[in-house]
Structures are given as C-alpha cells and as structure tokens.
C-alpha cells in the first residue's frame, strides 16, 4: 500500500516568515494530492490540493509543489499569521481511499 | 448548505457498554469513511462504503461495525467499548470528479468519544 512521510513534526515559525511542509510518497499510481488543515478540536479541512498532471498551484498564501519523477510534495505558506497555527496533514490517493502523513503542528510566534 | 452531519458531536459510554455513532450528507455522495483520529496522530481509516459495497480495513478491530441504509446516513457502532477505543471519530464523504477520477473528501465535524 501507499506509504506517505511528512517532516517536520513540528514547525515554529515567526509571523510575516514562510512555512514549508514536505511530504514523500512510495506509489507511483498516486494522482491525487490533497492537504488539510486542522485546527485544535475540529475537522480537517482541505486547503489546497493538487493532481498528477500539474506541478504547482498556488491560491493566495498557500502553494502546493509536486515533483512526480522524486515523488515529493510540498506545502508553501507565505507571511504566516498566528490563524495559520493548527496541524496539517499531507495526503496521497489513487482512488478514493486517502493515506494520510502523520501531520506537522505549525506555530506561528506573534 | 450542502455538508456532513455527525451526531452527537460528544459521546460518554461506559466500559463495555454498545454505543452507535451516526453520520448523515445531504452531498449524494456515493462515498461514505468512517475514521478514527487520536490525539496528535493522523486520521485512521476503520472502513468506507462505495455505494452500498461495504470495505473493512484489515487492521480494523472486530469491535467496529458500521451499517449504512441509504445513501445519506451510516453508522458506526462498537461493540463493547475499550478504554483504547476513546478517540475523535470522523465521518467523511466523497464523490468521482469525472474529469480528473479524484476522490475529494469531505469531514464531518466529528465525535468525540470517552470511556468511562
């Protein structure tokens, strides 16, 4: 099955700095790459997602990276602000089911 | 709006004693997961319906069971309740884009379970 790694564990960053989460993946069938955030007590929530057929996107301060041929990804938050501070869990699917990184708690310092 | 319903949001049960969490969508998605999440750890997924096709995960304990009726409701139920079992428990749903064959899913807000 699909194996998916995710470093750090833990992230502390200042306020106004970037944060990057990096993930791995071991099955070359994976096509689907989503990311969720979530916040102390509540549901994960996608943020960004990204598939096989594109290498970047971007929404506002969130981008998502993926490198096929290495098979790794990478979350990007730009100008980080204390609402950014939950965990976030990465994710790889080549079909409805998702394996799940075992999740980074970002920080942000005031 | 549209979105996934988990009853109750907080559930105490004693040692031992059957509990049934339950799960509604008014999405129509085809896919329903039931997930158990610990403090700190990833989402783990115990097993989904695909339509009315029930897939257990093999490392799922025999205690779990789950039921779905219809399209818009299912239900997890444990059987007799360990003090292990206590945890966050996340319905969530999904749906084929048939553009892209991705699975977007999406949670419920949860229940929380303790054993007493």
């Known amino acids: 099955g699909e194996n998916v790694e995710q470093h750090p564990s833990t992230l502390s960053v200042q306020e106004g700095d970037s944060a990057v989460i990096k993930c791995t993946y071991s099955?070359?069938?994976?096509?689907?790459f989503p990311w969720y955030k979530q916040e102390l007590g509540k549901r994960p929530q996608l943020i960004i997602d990204?598939?096989?057929?594109?290498g970047e996107k971007k929404d506002q301060r969130i981008a998502v990276t993926l490198n096929k041929t290495a098979k790794h990804f990478s979350l990007h938050i730009t100008e980080t602000q204390p609402e950014d501070s939950a965990v976030y869990f990465c994710?790889?699917?080549?079909?409805?089911?998702?394996?799940f990184g075992a999740g980074t708690t970002v920080t942000v310092r005031a | 709006d549209a979105m996934v319903i988990q009853n109750p949001r907080y559930q105490v049960t004693q040692f031992g004693k059957p509990v049934t969490l339950s799960c509604s969508q008014t999405?129509?998605?085809?896919?329903m997961y039931w997930y158990q999440q610990k403090s700190s750890q990833a989402p783990k997924l115990l097993f989904h319906?695909?339509?009315?096709?029930?897939?257990n995960e093999a490392d799922t304990p025999d205690n779990f069971q789950s039921r779905r009726p219809n399209t818009s409701f299912c239900f997890l139920d444990i059987r007799s309740p360990g003090l292990g079992d206590a945890a966050m428990y996340l319905c969530?749903?999904?749906?084929?884009?048939?553009?892209?064959?991705?699975?977007?899913?999406?949670f419920g807000p949860g229940t929380r379970l303790t054993v007493t």
């Open positions: 099955d070359s069938a994976s096509n689907y």
């Open positions: 319906y695909y339509d009315k096709d029930f897939n």
């Open positions: 994710a790889a699917s080549s079909d409805y089911k998702l394996s």
């Open positions: 990204i598939r096989s057929n594109v």
């Open positions: 969530a749903t999904s749906i084929p884009r048939a553009t892209t064959s991705s699975y977007e899913q999406y």
């Open positions: 999405l129509n998605h085809n896919v």
